[in-house]
């Protein structure tokens, strides 16, 4: 029996396989520590959630009638008879869990950021899998248009600041009355050609009218175009919000497109609302997106407290970076010494085992061969790591307590005393 990753999941391994060579963890720590670091500068703090949540908890706030709640979730009941979902998305469980514990009455602004996995039963293809991960953040508490400017600027900034070209399409959703009154006035407008309309198109006129506009069917499309727009239904408040937020854009010289199809996949946005398209990335260009959840906090049982976030797709990123011959900047895996043993004597082994495990003790990165190499070999083993430093111990050095210590790419070489190698290789290691 051969075992297989379940379709449209993936290994990320720590070396480029010839399948998906973008996928490799350096490369994911790398562009994880970029986000983190970005966040952490405007003050996010990070909030981790389990795997699992109540089931309950996604058909309230994604909504019964979106494609995720509908037909994608992984949803089980457990063996206390409780219906659980793997989370498909990161909002919701961090609303669960700020009003299980109370984070909201505490903190006037609360500014989270997370990293996950979400899960989705998707049809796969390139840059569309069943489980991807998100970067993203969330801001509890705050109605000022500036903070939606700066959700927006963290979520450009983090591709621009990674050489990723990319474009941000916004619009505003309006509060629920807006959507309501939109909603019929949309209806009204498809109704006379509903017979025309694809079977998902007719299915979302009954369901979830809003998601029509959500379609990449050119016939729909077609339909479409004469259609009312969302914005002209938003009340003078929410119109006003909006035309600040692109003030603020202009001003941050944030280049914006407003896209009056823009509205997304879940029911729980309110206001502001925005993707960001990656150039060159063929049908799977949505890198990130997000918006206002006005809303969500007190559908889920909690207070009355304004939210909006957004969440970035991982391997979208790493698939982006590789299109554009980009290498994120990857942390060093090499050790700063590779210790080679000659001859067989069992007291070099030891020596070299016992050195070893004080440089790591000592936070230098080092390593020796386990599979009985050849000296020479070890040597090429030492090379193919990237080690900056040889050790030699031999049957002469244990006799004289000393080693040999060669620097890998002048060739120098110097006899010091065993003893003196941690210190010696700390102040190298820095
Ligand atoms: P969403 O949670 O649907 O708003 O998606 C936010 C971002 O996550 C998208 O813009 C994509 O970059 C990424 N994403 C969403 N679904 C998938 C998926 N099935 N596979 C890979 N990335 C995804």
């Known amino acids: 029996m051969r075992y297989a990753a379940p379709p449209y999941m993936y290994d990320v391994l720590p070396y480029p396989s010839t399948k998906e060579p973008w996928l490799t963890t350096a490369r994911w720590r790398a562009v994880e520590r970029h986000f983190r670091e970005m966040v952490m500068r405007a003050g996010y703090r990070e909030i981790r959630t389990p795997i699992l949540e109540p089931t309950e908890l996604f058909k309230r706030s994604i909504g019964e009638a979106t494609d995720i709640v509908s037909k994608e979730m992984f949803t089980f009941v457990d063996r206390g008879e409780r219906s659980l979902t793997m989370k498909p998305e990161g909002t919701a469980p961090a609303v669960r869990a ?36 998100q970067l993203g953040v969330e801001v509890f508490g705050a109605h000022d248009p500036a903070i939606d400017a700066e959700v927006l600027a963290l979520a450009m900034n983090f591709f621009t600041s990674l050489g990723v070209r990319c ?30 309309l694809s079977e998902e198109g007719k299915m979302r006129y009954e369901v979830n009218p809003l998601r029509m506009l959500d379609t990449k069917d050119q016939r729909d499309l077609a339909i479409l175009a004469g259609a009312p727009v969302l914005r002209d239904f938003l009340t003078d408040d929410s119109s006003k919000h909006f035309e600040q937020l692109q003030g603020y854009l202009a001003a941050l010289n944030i280049p914006f497109a407003i896209d009056d199809g823009l509205v997304r996949g879940f029911d729980y946005y309110s206001g502001t609302v925005f993707e960001i398209k990656g150039e060159g990335l063929g049908a799977q260009d949505a890198l990130g997106g997000g918006g206002r959840y006005d809303g969500l906090v007190e559908e889920c049982g909690g207070t ?25 900047p990857q942390e060093d895996e090499s050790p700063i010494a590779f210790i080679i043993t000659a001859g067989e004597q069992p007291a070099v082994r030891t020596t070299a085992v016992t050195l070893l495990h004080s440089l790591r003790s000592s936070g230098i990165a080092a390593d020796m061969d386990y599979l009985g190499k050849n000296f020479r070999r070890q040597f090429k083993r030492a090379d193919d790591l990237g080690s900056r430093f040889y050790i030699i111990i031999g049957e002469d050095e244990v006799a004289s307590g000393t080693v040999q210590l060669k620097e890998r790419t002048t060739g120098e070489q110097q006899k010091i005393d065993i003893d003196s190698v941690v210190q010696y290789l700390s102040g190298k290691a820095l």
């Open 167 to 196: 474009k941000l399409h916004i619009n505003s959703v309006g509060t629920a009355e807006c959507r309501a009154r939109y909603r019929e006035a949309l209806k009204a407008y498809v109704a006379p050609s509903l017979q025309h």
């Open 304 to 328: 009355a407290v304004p939210g909006l976030g957004f969440g970035i797709g991982m391997e979208r990123c790493l698939l982006a970076l590789e299109a554009l011959g980009i290498q994120p």
């Open 98 to 133: 700020c009003i299980e514990h109370g984070l909201f009455a505490e903190h006037g602004l609360l500014k989270l950021y997370y990293i996950g996995q979400n899960f989705r039963y998707e049809r796969g293809q390139k840059g569309r899998y069943r489980q991807h991960q």
